[in-house]
């Protein structure tokens, strides 16, 4: 479940039984919904992809209605370095779990993504991340809750008798690696992300599984004309049909879009679903000029879920720098804004 997270057993509370299986509850990876807002964390291939400097922000509140919310923050910087015949990026982002973030997770990655021309129109970029993991427990049992405190009629009115682990902590290396492949009209990339299956549990050992990810798309122009801004100050109408397809420790993930790009705005429907389950709508506007943008999106949960989570909200913000003199003939890799 890709971090569309903890379907099993989070009504409230982030309880001890969860903390105890650590690793088992929380393996699944952080999922935006605004994967293009967020190119370095998809698919580090795309390092360098726009060519100037890139800033990337972007914060998630997942479930908002439970008491046990999730946020996630993260930043990302990148840019084509002529030298180095690719770009090069960073990546900082960090996650909170559970009433008073009693478990978190913070990461800083490096990338390099290696450019080279298959063709006059086709571009391949290959891409590889090295990265520093920490996840931290808070371990205050006013906020904890585990098993042998229950009561069947009372509820929670025992002592526990657990125990805190010898490290709240763990630091791990991490890696990922990606090929991103574009056209005119197109692109397509693959990644695999924790190619080392770092180990994240608190009291025994439990790996962190792979996460394989495909995405792709095209650009259809939907008026004829080409030019690039209309009498209304508006672009030529651009729509963009996407799909990602998610697999992380036995959990199939399928994201359906559909970008409708009328510079400078945008709007965007996808949908979710695994094998056997539909999990949200997720609906996304933006507004984007030359050097910058700014997107919202707002999932809809339609799982049982869909009463008591109040889905998800996703704000992203995004910088492009001048381009230096030097760097103007090198050509940027086309892919949706969010």
């Not at 991490?174 to 992300?193: E, H, P, R």
């Not at 996304?284 to 869909?306: E, M, R």
Request: include cysteine; charged fraction near 15%.
């Amino acid at each position: 479940m890709l971090k569309i997270r903890l379907k099993k057993g989070l009504k409230g509370v982030l309880t001890g039984a969860l903390l105890m299986v650590s690793a088992a509850a929380g393996a699944q990876d952080i999922g935006f919904s605004q994967f293009y807002a967020n190119p370095l964390y998809l698919n580090p291939g795309f390092a360098g992809s726009a060519v100037a400097p890139r800033i990337s922000l972007a914060y998630r509140a997942q479930w908002p209605g439970l008491v046990s919310a999730f946020t996630t923050v993260s930043v990302s910087y990148d840019q084509y370095v002529n030298d180095l015949h690719g770009g090069i990026g960073a990546i900082v982002m960090t996650d909170r779990q559970g009433d008073h973030g009693i478990l978190s997770t913070s990461m800083v990655g490096l990338m390099y993504a290696f450019r080279f021309q298959l063709s006059r129109e086709i571009f391949v970029s290959a891409g590889l991340q090295a990265s520093l993991v920490n996840n931290s427990l808070n371990w205050d049992l006013n906020n904890l809750r585990f098993p042998d405190q229950i009561d069947n009629e009372l509820g929670f009115t025992y002592g526990t008798g657990a125990q805190a682990p010898s490290s709240k902590s763990n630091l791990n290396p991490d890696f990922n690696a990606g090929v991103l492949v574009s056209g005119n009209k197109w692109y397509a990339g693959v990644a695999a992300a924790h190619l080392t299956q770092p180990n994240q549990a608190f009291y025994s050992e439990d790996r962190v599984p792979m996460k394989f990810t495909v995405h792709g798309g095209a650009f259809f122009n939907v008026a004829e004309e080409q030019r690039r801004q209309s009498s209304l100050g508006l672009g030529t109408p651009v729509i963009s049909p996407n799909l990602v397809y998610q697999y992380q420790g036995g959990f199939h993930y399928f994201h359906y879009g559909l970008y409708l790009d009328w510079m400078p705005f945008l709007v965007g429907v996808w949908f979710r679903n695994g094998i056997e389950n539909a999990d949200a709508f997720i609906f996304q506007v933006g507004v984007q000029q030359d050097y910058f943008k700014v997107g919202y999106s707002y999932d809809v949960t339609v799982s049982k879920l869909a009463n008591s989570t109040a889905g998800a909200h996703e704000v992203t913000v995004g910088f492009m720098l001048p381009v230096p003199e030097h760097k103007k003939k090198v050509k940027a890799i086309r892919c949706p804004s969010f």
